[in-house]
């Protein structure tokens, strides 16, 4: 599976987009993007993901390139318990996930 | 629609005890995953079934690991021998083949070998 590099860590103010950027240049054809989230002590919630097209659904939104080399997940009005880590992960259907260390993502009242 | 449940949430066990965890996916999901998660760490991936079928195993599994579903449906996840280095969280998820894929994990267990 590609390789998705993310930024350690990131703060958002709340009520403010919050925009998570993933590199995956070395994604193929046939590898979707999908960004799950992980708040303390629970597992993984899935939130979104996408293959070239932009997708849109009720909890975030997901920009990728033409090129589809980098994505990145929007927030739109990150509250309190948007405070969570998020992965990237590219990946075929039917493989399993290799996931990163991802973004701590702490959003500040 | 449930979700993925696990069993028990959390399992304290003296070094060299066997455990045993059990998940129960989404019904109708014929696709089931085992990760392991360290502090810090994203989760790994242990294994995966496709119905009764254990189609691929992580380098990750040791002899000490064995996984089943004997069913089909619910799965068990066993550790002998338990070492201090097996201490993490184990996360299952299912998804269902052709739904895109999409995986939903179970809020996993966490294992302290003491």
């Known amino acids: 599976d590609a390789k998705t590099t993310q930024p350690t860590s990131m703060d958002c103010a709340e009520g403010r987009a919050a925009n998570l950027p993933c590199n995956h240049s070395t994604i193929s054809g046939n590898e979707y993007v999908y960004w799950y989230r992980q708040i303390h002590s629970q597992g993984p919630q899935y939130i979104i993901h996408g293959l070239k097209n932009n997708e849109t659904n009720e909890m975030a939104s997901l920009i990728i390139t033409e090129d589809r080399k980098s994505s990145t997940l929007i927030l739109p009005h990150a509250t309190l318990r948007d405070t969570a880590v998020y992965y990237c992960?590219?990946?075929?259907?039917?493989?399993?996930?290799?996931f990163g260390p991802g973004t701590r993502l702490s959003v500040l009242p | 629609d449930t979700g993925v449940s696990q069993n028990p949430r959390h399992k304290i066990t003296k070094r060299g005890q066997n455990v045993t965890f059990r998940c129960d996916p989404i019904s109708e999901h014929n696709r089931l995953y085992w990760y392991r998660q360290t502090l810090g760490q994203g989760p790994e991936f242990l294994t995966y079934f496709q119905n009764e079928a254990q189609l691929e195993k992580s380098r990750l599994l040791s002899d000490r690991f064995s996984a089943e579903r004997p069913k089909g449906s619910f799965s068990t996840l066993e550790i002998q021998r338990t070492e201090q280095g097996d201490s993490a969280m184990y996360l299952c998820?299912?998804?269902?083949?052709?739904?895109?894929?999409?995986?939903?994990f179970g809020p996993g267990t966490r294992l302290l070998v003491l």
């Open positions: 998820a299912s998804s269902r083949a052709g739904d895109q894929e999409t995986q939903y």
């Open positions: 992960i590219a990946c075929s259907y039917g493989q399993n996930f290799v």
